[in-house]
């Protein structure tokens, strides 16, 4: 008998996860809060210009070939290798560095900078890639019964490693390399996972692996939507609907299962099997009450930074400004030490800015430039308040127009501003992390938040805030091991 699947959020994890159980022949539906699919990978259209919301590159890219793989489909979106990966600028040093692939013609960016640079980077990456072949399938690619199953799991990892642990990602970038430009440059990634260099653990360095050697990172041809547009044509066929404009309120049990769950005009939605796609932390304490998940207990857990994001529209061309692009200061550690909780970070900021029409011109009206900055910052629970936020985006088109030696604020015809604020708003993200949940060690594996609910059977979890962790690769392997969970607990025969 057919096995009725509803899925809360259509986020990647949970748009990956109906499309997975669809061939399997589960029916499946999918309630979404807002208007459009994507959760965070998602898109806006204003004054002409397209803007990517969220993502603007990704990584691993095999891990969607094995996901379309798994669901016997073409993949539905087309994308090509960065080259060079992104560039790093200085405030106050004219140098841009281009971060290469090929480690020779990236080492010529450290010339006279970092004495044998290119050794260096080998040995380096080296250790990277050993950690990363000794933890990506036991630690990454795993459902966790228990915290002894997850310790046993752990057991077979090369101990060699066990020094890394007690580690942060500066200090072992630290051990390689020695000038100041090197250890920031390399170790940048590690805000990738919403955390500073100095907090992170330094096992992370098998980032840098997937970086410069493994992998790499892509665009996708008409930007990251299209990886969302893709995978709603297929559940399309698959006769998969998706539910907009229904936010899910409350709920009713019985014993050990969830009977339904009720949305914000009080219908309610019934199925055999439920996913949430939502945060599996908030929705736990927010929905489901439980105390272990309450706002008070929230708020203790490490969270990955809040988002200020810019989006601007520019009537002029940047043919000096690559695709991707980090603009740093002269403070690093100070900046980094400070910037998740200490809203003063902001005079300087730190910030990321992608030109999504330097390769999709579609994306801007002739002549002009779509612009996407992400500034890391506080989230809601150090600085609740954002009236200051047009301060704070002039200080940083200042900046940038300063870096790039072209003033844009004369060329700006389209701004739109999104502070934790929205992001909390629209995404139902806590606080405002941008992220989720962090991935320090006691929030990893058996301690994140589990894909299976602790009372109700018939409940699972897809996404960020659960196994594996934060990041596009990592929410479709989510959607796989929540598959598993559910082909195991109820079987579609």
Not at 132 to 159: E, M
Not at 228 to 253: A, H, M, P, Q, R
Not at 312 to 319: A, D, E, S, V, Y
């Amino acid at each position: 008998m057919t096995k009725n699947v509803l899925i809360i959020g259509a986020g990647m994890g949970g748009l990956a996860l109906a499309l997975r159980l669809a061939k399997k022949g589960y029916h499946v539906r999918i309630l979404e809060k807002n208007k459009q699919p994507g959760g965070r990978i998602n898109q806006l259209k204003k004054d002409g210009f397209t803007f990517d919301t969220g993502p603007s590159f990704f990584s691993m890219s095999y891990i969607f070939k094995e996901f379309a793989q798994d669901c016997n489909i073409n993949l539905p979106f087309s994308y090509y290798e960065l080259d060079p990966l992104y560039t790093v600028n200085f405030d106050g040093n004219p140098k841009t560095f281009l971060l290469y692939k090929d480690i020779s013609r990236l080492a010529q960016e450290f010339n006279g900078i970092e004495p044998d640079f290119e050794k260096k980077m080998r040995l380096y990456l080296e250790k990277s890639k050993r950690l990363f072949d000794d933890t990506i399938d036991i630690v990454i690619k795993n459902n966790f019964n228990s915290v002894a199953d997850y310790f046993l799991k752990l057991s077979k990892v090369n101990a060699g490693h066990l020094p890394v642990l007690l580690r942060s990602f500066y200090r072992h970038v630290s051990r390689y390399f020695s000038s100041d430009e090197a250890r920031q440059i390399i170790s940048l990634v590690a805000f990738f996972l919403g955390r500073s260099p100095f907090e992170t653990s330094a096992v992370y360095s098998l980032l840098s692996y997937t970086e410069f050697q493994h992998d790499g990172y892509y665009n996708v041809k008409g930007g990251m939507y299209k990886i969302v547009e893709g995978i709603v044509n297929e559940l399309k066929k698959e006769k998969v609907s998706v539910i907009y404009d229904t936010e899910i309120v409350d709920f009713v049990s019985s014993d050990n299962r969830l009977s339904y769950l009720i949305d914000q005009n009080n219908q309610k939605w019934e199925a055999d099997i439920f996913v949430i796609n939502a945060d599996a932390a908030l929705f736990r304490g927010k929905i489901f009450k439980r105390r272990k998940f309450s706002e008070k207990r929230l708020s203790k857990m490490e969270w990955t930074m809040g988002s200020l994001t810019i989006y601007l529209g520019l009537k002029c061309k940047l043919p000096q400004v690559f695709h991707h692009n980090y603009y740093l200061g002269t403070n690093y550690r100070d900046y980094a030490n400070e910037v998740f909780k200490n809203p003063n970070a902001l005079k300087k900021p730190y910030y990321y800015v992608n030109v999504l029409s330097k390769h999709n011109a579609d994306c801007a009206p002739e002549g002009c430039e779509s612009l996407f900055f992400v500034c890391p910052v506080p989230d809601l629970r150090y600085k609740p308040d954002w009236s200051d936020r047009e301060k704070i985006v002039d200080n940083i088109i200042a900046d940038f127009s300063a870096q790039i030696r072209q003033d844009i604020r004369p060329e700006i015809v389209s701004k739109t501003i999104y502070t934790p604020v929205d992001w909390q708003q629209q995404f139902n993200l806590f606080k405002g992390s941008g992220l989720g949940l962090s991935h320090k060690m006691s929030q990893i594996g058996a301690f994140r938040p589990k894909n299976y609910d602790e009372r109700f059977r018939n409940v699972f979890y897809a996404g960020a805030s659960t196994v594996p962790g934060t990041g596009l690769p990592m929410v479709i392997i989510s959607s796989r091991l929540a598959t598993e969970r559910i082909l195991q607990s109820y079987p579609c025969k």
